[in-house]
Protein backbone atom coordinates (compact mmCIF):
# COMPACT_ATOMS: atom_id res chain seq x y z
CA UNK A 1 0.00 0.00 0.00
CA UNK A 2 1.41 3.61 -0.51
CA UNK A 3 0.62 4.60 3.22
CA UNK A 4 -1.05 3.67 6.36
CA UNK A 5 -4.04 5.02 5.59
CA UNK A 6 -4.96 3.07 2.82
CA UNK A 7 -3.63 -0.08 4.43
CA UNK A 8 -5.78 0.62 7.45
CA UNK A 9 -8.85 1.42 5.23
CA UNK A 10 -9.23 -1.66 3.79
CA UNK A 11 -7.95 -3.85 6.26
CA UNK A 12 -10.84 -2.51 8.72
CA UNK A 13 -13.01 -2.73 5.38
CA UNK A 14 -12.09 -6.79 5.78
CA UNK A 15 -13.16 -6.88 8.98
CA UNK A 16 -16.21 -5.01 8.73
CA UNK A 17 -17.01 -7.31 5.88
CA UNK A 18 -16.92 -10.45 8.21
CA UNK A 19 -18.79 -8.79 11.16
CA UNK A 20 -21.91 -7.69 8.74
CA UNK A 21 -21.66 -11.21 6.72
CA UNK A 22 -21.34 -13.12 10.26
CA UNK A 23 -24.32 -10.73 11.56
CA UNK A 24 -26.62 -11.75 8.65
CA UNK A 25 -26.59 -15.43 9.86
CA UNK A 26 -26.95 -14.60 13.54
CA UNK A 27 -23.35 -15.59 14.03
CA UNK A 28 -20.61 -14.00 16.25
CA UNK A 29 -16.91 -12.41 15.00
CA UNK A 30 -13.97 -13.28 17.30
CA UNK A 31 -11.70 -10.38 16.80
CA UNK A 32 -7.84 -10.51 18.25
CA UNK A 33 -7.14 -7.44 18.64
CA UNK A 34 -3.32 -6.01 19.16
CA UNK A 35 -2.65 -2.11 20.41
CA UNK A 36 0.44 0.16 20.14
CA UNK A 37 0.53 2.62 17.38
CA UNK A 38 0.43 0.74 14.11
CA UNK A 39 -3.76 -0.34 14.68
CA UNK A 40 -5.14 2.88 15.61
CA UNK A 41 -5.94 3.72 12.21
CA UNK A 42 -7.92 0.24 11.66
CA UNK A 43 -9.89 1.19 14.97
CA UNK A 44 -10.64 5.02 13.75
CA UNK A 45 -12.62 3.26 10.56
CA UNK A 46 -14.09 0.57 12.11
CA UNK A 47 -15.05 3.64 14.53
CA UNK A 48 -16.20 5.73 11.50
CA UNK A 49 -18.16 2.62 9.63
CA UNK A 50 -19.62 2.52 13.20
CA UNK A 51 -21.01 6.17 13.53
CA UNK A 52 -21.65 6.95 9.63
CA UNK A 53 -22.75 3.29 8.00
CA UNK A 54 -24.33 1.55 10.86
CA UNK A 55 -22.07 -1.06 11.26
CA UNK A 56 -22.91 -3.18 14.44
CA UNK A 57 -20.17 -4.38 17.21
CA UNK A 58 -23.25 -6.47 19.18
CA UNK A 59 -22.51 -9.86 17.71
CA UNK A 60 -18.27 -9.23 18.31
CA UNK A 61 -16.33 -11.18 20.61
CA UNK A 62 -12.79 -10.24 21.12
CA UNK A 63 -9.53 -10.97 22.34
CA UNK A 64 -6.57 -9.05 23.31
CA UNK A 65 -2.97 -10.32 22.27
CA UNK A 66 -1.59 -8.80 25.57
CA UNK A 67 -1.56 -6.77 28.60
CA UNK A 68 1.25 -5.77 31.00
CA UNK A 69 1.72 -7.27 34.38
CA UNK A 70 1.65 -5.90 36.74
CA UNK A 71 -1.00 -3.64 35.44
CA UNK A 72 -4.45 -2.08 36.91
CA UNK A 73 -6.79 -1.79 34.19
CA UNK A 74 -7.58 2.08 35.04
CA UNK A 75 -3.95 3.10 34.51
CA UNK A 76 -3.34 5.42 31.57
CA UNK A 77 -0.95 2.99 30.38
CA UNK A 78 -3.05 -0.17 30.26
CA UNK A 79 -4.02 -2.01 27.47
CA UNK A 80 -7.81 -1.77 28.95
CA UNK A 81 -7.26 2.10 28.88
CA UNK A 82 -6.30 2.08 25.09
CA UNK A 83 -8.63 -0.29 23.86
CA UNK A 84 -11.40 1.71 25.76
CA UNK A 85 -10.40 5.16 24.30
CA UNK A 86 -9.25 3.62 20.55
CA UNK A 87 -12.50 1.63 20.26
CA UNK A 88 -14.55 0.38 22.59
CA UNK A 89 -15.91 3.63 24.11
CA UNK A 90 -17.05 4.58 20.43
CA UNK A 91 -18.12 1.55 19.34
CA UNK A 92 -21.93 -0.43 20.18
CA UNK A 93 -20.19 -3.22 21.42
CA UNK A 94 -21.18 -5.07 24.45
CA UNK A 95 -18.00 -5.06 27.34
CA UNK A 96 -19.00 -8.38 28.71
CA UNK A 97 -17.82 -9.84 25.58
CA UNK A 98 -14.32 -8.24 25.52
CA UNK A 99 -11.54 -9.96 26.54
CA UNK A 100 -8.02 -8.65 28.20
CA UNK A 101 -5.54 -10.48 29.85
CA UNK A 102 -5.64 -9.14 33.93
CA UNK A 103 -2.58 -7.65 34.97
CA UNK A 104 -3.96 -7.16 38.42
CA UNK A 105 -3.77 -11.19 38.87
CA UNK A 106 -1.69 -12.70 42.19
CA UNK A 107 1.35 -14.95 40.69
CA UNK A 108 -0.24 -18.09 41.57
CA UNK A 109 -3.54 -16.87 39.49
CA UNK A 110 -1.57 -16.15 36.30
CA UNK A 111 -1.32 -20.25 35.04
CA UNK A 112 -5.13 -20.62 35.63
CA UNK A 113 -6.08 -17.45 34.09
CA UNK A 114 -3.83 -18.66 31.02
CA UNK A 115 -5.65 -21.61 30.45
CA UNK A 116 -9.25 -19.98 30.81
CA UNK A 117 -8.21 -17.05 28.18
CA UNK A 118 -7.55 -20.33 25.76
CA UNK A 119 -10.48 -22.08 26.26
CA UNK A 120 -12.32 -19.28 26.40
CA UNK A 121 -11.17 -18.30 22.68
CA UNK A 122 -11.88 -21.96 21.72
CA UNK A 123 -15.62 -22.18 23.26
CA UNK A 124 -15.99 -19.20 20.30
CA UNK A 125 -15.17 -21.36 17.93
CA UNK A 126 -11.32 -19.78 17.59
CA UNK A 127 -10.74 -16.14 16.73
CA UNK A 128 -12.19 -15.69 13.00
CA UNK A 129 -9.16 -12.64 12.58
CA UNK A 130 -6.16 -12.08 14.72
CA UNK A 131 -4.34 -8.90 13.72
CA UNK A 132 -0.55 -7.61 14.81
CA UNK A 133 1.93 -5.13 15.05
CA UNK A 134 5.14 -6.34 15.09
CA UNK A 135 8.36 -5.04 17.67
CA UNK A 136 11.40 -4.45 16.54
CA UNK A 137 12.51 -7.71 18.22
CA UNK A 138 10.46 -9.44 15.82
CA UNK A 139 7.80 -9.93 19.20
CA UNK A 140 4.29 -10.38 18.12
CA UNK A 141 2.10 -9.90 20.74
CA UNK A 142 4.72 -10.06 23.26
CA UNK A 143 6.39 -13.40 21.94
CA UNK A 144 9.63 -11.90 22.76
CA UNK A 145 13.02 -13.81 21.06
CA UNK A 146 13.13 -17.44 22.30
CA UNK A 147 9.40 -18.11 22.46
CA UNK A 148 8.15 -21.48 21.18
CA UNK A 149 5.87 -22.00 17.93
CA UNK A 150 3.61 -23.79 19.90
CA UNK A 151 3.31 -21.57 23.41
CA UNK A 152 0.29 -20.99 24.74
CA UNK A 153 -1.13 -17.64 26.89
CA UNK A 154 1.27 -17.09 29.36
CA UNK A 155 3.60 -14.48 31.68
CA UNK A 156 6.58 -13.42 29.71
CA UNK A 157 9.66 -11.22 30.25
CA UNK A 158 9.67 -8.43 28.22
CA UNK A 159 13.09 -7.78 25.89
CA UNK A 160 15.40 -4.78 26.99
CA UNK A 161 14.88 -2.78 23.33
CA UNK A 162 10.64 -3.51 23.70
CA UNK A 163 10.53 -1.86 27.12
CA UNK A 164 12.69 1.49 25.68
CA UNK A 165 10.33 1.43 22.56
CA UNK A 166 7.53 1.75 25.37
CA UNK A 167 9.79 4.37 27.59
CA UNK A 168 7.84 7.28 25.94
CA UNK A 169 4.58 6.01 27.38
CA UNK A 170 5.62 5.87 31.12
CA UNK A 171 7.88 8.49 31.22
CA UNK A 172 11.24 6.41 30.87
CA UNK A 173 12.01 3.11 30.62
CA UNK A 174 13.00 2.16 34.28
CA UNK A 175 8.94 2.47 34.98
CA UNK A 176 8.11 0.16 32.17
CA UNK A 177 6.94 -2.79 33.69
CA UNK A 178 9.73 -6.20 33.07
CA UNK A 179 6.84 -8.48 32.31
CA UNK A 180 3.30 -8.98 30.37
CA UNK A 181 1.00 -11.37 30.09
CA UNK A 182 0.45 -12.52 26.15
CA UNK A 183 -1.08 -15.19 23.92
CA UNK A 184 1.43 -17.58 22.65
CA UNK A 185 2.49 -17.87 19.13
CA UNK A 186 0.52 -21.37 19.06
CA UNK A 187 -2.47 -19.51 20.35
CA UNK A 188 -2.03 -16.82 16.91
CA UNK A 189 -1.45 -19.45 14.90
CA UNK A 190 -5.07 -20.86 15.11
CA UNK A 191 -6.63 -18.18 14.37
CA UNK A 192 -8.29 -18.78 10.66
CA UNK A 193 -6.67 -15.74 9.59
CA UNK A 194 -3.69 -13.47 10.83
CA UNK A 195 -2.86 -10.26 9.36
CA UNK A 196 0.22 -8.46 9.98
CA UNK A 197 0.55 -4.87 9.46
CA UNK A 198 3.82 -2.63 9.62
CA UNK A 199 4.39 0.78 8.87
CA UNK A 200 7.29 3.30 8.75
CA UNK A 201 10.60 3.04 7.70
CA UNK A 202 11.76 1.85 11.37
CA UNK A 203 10.07 -1.30 10.76
CA UNK A 204 11.39 -2.15 7.47
CA UNK A 205 14.27 -4.30 8.76
CA UNK A 206 12.77 -6.73 11.26
CA UNK A 207 9.90 -6.74 8.68
CA UNK A 208 13.14 -8.22 6.09
CA UNK A 209 13.70 -10.28 8.60
CA UNK A 210 10.56 -12.03 9.38
CA UNK A 211 9.43 -12.14 5.60
CA UNK A 212 12.41 -13.16 3.99
CA UNK A 213 14.85 -14.59 7.10
CA UNK A 214 15.10 -18.05 8.50
CA UNK A 215 12.68 -19.42 10.20
CA UNK A 216 14.10 -19.36 14.08
CA UNK A 217 13.30 -18.26 17.70
CA UNK A 218 15.54 -15.66 17.53
CA UNK A 219 12.77 -13.54 15.50
CA UNK A 220 9.46 -15.26 16.67
CA UNK A 221 7.89 -13.63 13.56
CA UNK A 222 9.16 -15.65 10.94
CA UNK A 223 7.48 -18.46 12.29
CA UNK A 224 4.20 -16.65 10.70
CA UNK A 225 6.42 -17.82 7.25
CA UNK A 226 5.15 -21.80 8.48
CA UNK A 227 0.86 -20.49 7.94
CA UNK A 228 -1.08 -20.42 4.78
CA UNK A 229 -3.28 -18.05 6.95
CA UNK A 230 -0.91 -15.01 7.28
CA UNK A 231 -0.86 -12.04 5.27
CA UNK A 232 1.45 -8.71 5.66
CA UNK A 233 -0.11 -5.03 5.15
CA UNK A 234 2.93 -3.25 4.38
CA UNK A 235 3.03 0.40 3.49
CA UNK A 236 5.86 1.51 0.83
CA UNK A 237 8.26 2.33 3.75
CA UNK A 238 7.67 -1.07 5.94
CA UNK A 239 8.53 -2.90 2.68
CA UNK A 240 11.55 -0.90 1.49
CA UNK A 241 14.01 -3.76 2.56
CA UNK A 242 12.21 -6.66 1.03
CA UNK A 243 14.00 -8.19 -2.21
C1 LIG B 1 0.51 -4.94 21.02
C2 LIG B 1 1.51 -5.97 20.72
C3 LIG B 1 2.84 -5.64 20.13
C4 LIG B 1 2.84 -4.48 19.14
C5 LIG B 1 4.25 -4.20 18.65
C6 LIG B 1 4.31 -3.02 17.70
O1 LIG B 1 -0.67 -5.52 21.53
O2 LIG B 1 1.24 -7.09 20.98
O3 LIG B 1 3.33 -6.80 19.50
O4 LIG B 1 2.01 -4.81 18.06
O5 LIG B 1 5.08 -3.95 19.74
O6 LIG B 1 3.99 -1.85 18.38
P1 LIG B 1 3.67 -0.49 17.59
O7 LIG B 1 2.44 -0.75 16.79
O8 LIG B 1 3.45 0.53 18.65
O9 LIG B 1 4.85 -0.23 16.72
Not at 139 to 152: D, M, V
Amino acid sequence: YVDDNTASVAVAKRIADLITANGAEGKHTVLGLATGATPVKVYAELIRLHKEEGLSFKNVVTFNLDEYYPMKPNAAQSYVAFMKAQLFDHVDINMDNVHIPDGTLAEDEIVPFCAAYEKKISSYGGLDIQILGIGRTGHIGFNEPGSAPNSGTRLVTLDDLTRRDASRDFGGKENVPTKAITMGIGTIFKAKQIILMAWNKKKASIVKKAVEGEISSEVPATYLQLSNNVEFVLDQDAASDLT
